[in-house]
């Protein structure tokens, strides 16, 4: 879990592996996104904030900033070719000013 504050604009990181504990790349890789509010968003690959940085490196960046203090989640999930998934907490601090 990580904390972050109003305003910050994260970059997530997953690692895919197979059977054989190797690193790979899935064919297509799902990001959901739950906000505090739990309103869900999914971004599919190729979208622009979902990047293969390296094999078996994925890497996503909130398309905007965080704008709600409470507790945040994302999923990877690799949806062909590979089948994983994972899950990651962000908590975001309630900020003192009224326009951060």
Do not use: C, H
């Amino acid at each position: 879990m990580t904390v972050y504050d109003i305003g910050d604009r994260p970059v997530i990181t997953a690692t895919f592996r197979n059977d054989a504990d190797a690193l790979t790349d899935p064919t297509t890789v799902t990001v959901r996104v739950r906000e505090p509010d739990g309103t869900e968003t999914l971004y599919t690959s190729p979208v622009a904030s979902i990047v293969n940085s390296s094999t078996g490196v994925w890497a996503f960046t909130f398309p905007a900033a965080l704008d709600a203090a409470g507790d945040w989640y994302v999923r990877f999930r690799s949806t062909a070719g590979l089948l994983t998934a994972g899950e990651q907490k962000l908590v975001v601090r309630p900020t003192a000013f009224t326009t951060p």
